[in-house]
């Protein structure tokens, strides 16, 4: 009816601009695809052709290099080294961000007294900026009288010998942050997939006298599996183009033994004053974080 | 006769007593397993930060005081760092909803099918990899000189932020029936205005959430301040732990707002939906 209304209305009188919904929807939306194309494609295509260049920090006039950049760093080591510390790092935060991000959505949907502040608490990682949290663990790590210290020294790193300059204690400081980041986000995830189950489906499965652990694994997993599936993806993709957790945690050692593609990229590139190779690594780092988009999308366009 | 019923009825009772018993020891054990649960994995999820609390707040044991939090406070330029924070996050805010409010009404009232493909097109720019969104290239070679490093950010953390806004501001949307702003055009009001008169004003505790999380967002944004290497100081490294306790109290204050926010938006029987979801009674009729 209202719909009716709203058609004929209009053709009473002249049509204007701020009344045709075709023209408005472009007004409307192409100032931010334009602002969002060029301050995306512009530094994209600035690593590309610095990749294929023979610029340096010290002398950045631009002389085309060909492909003499990428073929140098598939040669060495640190770049096969970094592609696998990237897939190792990004494999195991996944795995332990989606099942501990199951039980922290069952925290965030019990019904417990002082509920909002344990919500607060647990999303705090996920909404604090990267690298105050990560500067905070380091902290943490740091200090030899501080919870996480003990138990590194109760996992059997000696007192004198600090975590960062082994390379186990290291990566797993690595994955610990990046879990400990993602978990949150995940468990909201779930937790919104939760509660789209129609309570008639939890109500008959109890009825049909499923016990707690029967309706998780029978009912609530497979039915939140869509959003697990997406939950699974934003990590592996915001883990394994991470800078930030790499760079103030670890710095990338003891001697690269952490370094993440992205961290060697910034590394070479921006610190390192070696332009070419620089953008040359992150152009080949593409792939990896570009499959988990174009998965979460053909996901996301199923459910 | 009497007598066995009698029993019957008295072991009934003992088992249906048991069984009760049973369920309550059950229950008090979930629910405290759930409590204990809770609190764990609140106190990890804060741990990092409580540790910045005592660390800041006490010396060997002893209650410190403020005597930490002066340092920082007196030998960095902490409140040039803080003013721009709150310079750069208040610019970019602005600049995220005069993009995000336009772009996210079109998606959700003005397109058909092609409005997708830009919502999933505006997906994968949110996920780019960061690396590539700020190119390796130390500050010489970049874009932007040395002395405009903030102006730099202001520009480049709305593409982290417009994505961003443009999803919550269209969930936000396609909560609000669109009867209301209907009403407006058949009582003669053009579609711009409509937007502007109507929906921009329903929309104000959305918009308050979604200022609230691109302030946050770009205040914490620490990659594109890293880079321009003359950035990097002015604007993330915060040098101390008492840094680190004043900035994350107004964040979780920021989150609950933003939750608070969502709920009521999102929850099907919250105030907002009751309210305007009463049939729009006399005026189809003019």
């Not at chain 1, 009188?13 to 009344?19: A, G, Q, S």
């Not at chain 2, 610019?91 to 998606?107: E, K, Q, S």
């Not at chain 2, 932020?161 to 501001?169: D, G, Q, R």
Request: aromatic share 8%; charged share 15%; glycine share 8%.
């Amino acid at each position: 009816m209202t719909g009716v209304a709203a058609d004929a209305s209009p053709a009473g009188r002249r049509r204007r601009f701020t009344d045709r919904d075709g023209p408005l929807a472009w007004a409307f939306l192409l100032p931010s695809i334009v602002y969002l194309t060029a301050l995306v494609a512009v530094p994209l295509g600035l690593t590309v052709a610095f990749g294929l260049s023979d610029a340096t920090a010290a002398d950045p006039t631009y002389r085309f290099a060909g492909g003499r950049w990428f073929a140098t760093v598939l040669g060495e080591g640190a770049f096969w080294r970094s592609l696998g510390d990237t897939l190792l790092i990004t494999g195991v935060s996944t795995v332990l961000v989606v099942l501990l991000g199951q039980v922290l959505a069952h925290v965030l949907l019990a019904d417990l007294r002082g509920r909002w502040l344990i919500r607060v608490l647990v999303l705090l990682p996920w909404t604090t900026p990267v690298a105050l949290s990560a500067i905070s663990w380091r902290w943490l790590l740091d200090h030899p009288g501080s919870p996480a210290g003990r138990v590194l020294r109760a996992a059997g790193v000696p007192p004198g010998d600090t975590w960062h300059e082994r390379p186990a204690t290291a990566m797993a400081a690595v994955v610990v942050v990046h879990v400990w980041r993602l978990a949150p986000l995940a468990a909201v995830l779930v937790m919104a997939g939760t509660a789209a189950i129609p309570r008639e489906i939890r109500d008959a499965a109890r009825v049909d006298g499923a016990g707690p652990w029967r309706r998780a694994f029978e009912v609530t997993i497979p039915l939140t599996l869509p959003a697990t599936t997406v939950a699974a993806l934003v990590t592996a993709t915001v883990v394994c183009a991470d800078v930030t957790v790499v760079d103030l945690l670890t710095g990338g050692g003891p001697a690269g033994s952490t370094q993440t593609l992205a961290s060697l990229a910034l590394a070479r590139g921006a610190d390192g004053g070696a332009v070419g190779p620089g953008a040359a690594i992150a152009v080949l780092s593409l792939p990896l974080p570009l499959a988990g988009v174009v998965g979460l999308i053909r996901v996301l366009r199923r459910s | 006769m009497n007598v066995t019923s009698g029993m019957a009825a008295r072991t009934a009772a003992r088992e249906l007593a048991r069984q009760r018993r049973r369920h309550a020891v059950r229950h008090v054990l979930a629910r405290s397993g759930t409590y204990a649960l809770a609190v764990g994995s609140a106190l990890l999820c804060a741990a990092p930060f409580l540790w910045d609390v005592i660390v800041a707040f006490v010396r060997r044991d002893r209650w410190a005081g403020v005597e930490h939090v002066r340092p920082p406070l007196r030998s960095t330029p902490f409140p040039a760092f803080a003013l721009n924070a709150l310079a750069v996050g208040a610019l970019v805010t602005v600049l995220t909803l005069l993009f995000a409010l336009p772009a996210a009404y079109a998606l959700t009232r003005l397109t058909r099918g092609w409005g997708r493909a830009v919502v999933r097109a505006a997906f994968v720019v949110a996920l780019v990899p960061p690396v590539l969104r700020y190119p390796p290239l130390p500050s010489a070679t970049g874009p932007f000189g040395r002395g405009d490093a903030l102006w730099s950010l202001v520009l480049v953390h709305p593409v982290i932020t417009i994505p961003v806004a443009v999803w919550l501001l269209g969930a936000f949307l396609r909560a609000l029936p669109a009867d209301v702003e209907e009403q407006a055009l058949v009582d003669g009001h053009t579609r711009l205005s409509a937007f502007l008169r109507v929906v921009v004003p329903q929309l104000a505790p959305a918009i308050a959430a979604v200022a609230v999380l691109a302030f946050t967002l770009s205040a914490g944004e620490f990659g594109y301040a890293r880079v321009p290497a003359s950035a990097g100081f002015a604007h993330g490294a915060v040098p101390a732990a008492a840094g680190v306790v004043l900035a994350a109290a107004p964040l979780a204050f920021a989150v609950g707002l933003v939750l608070a926010c969502w709920h009521r938006a999102s929850s099907p029987t919250g105030p907002a939906r009751t309210r305007r979801s009463t049939p729009n009674g006399p005026w189809p009729g003019r």
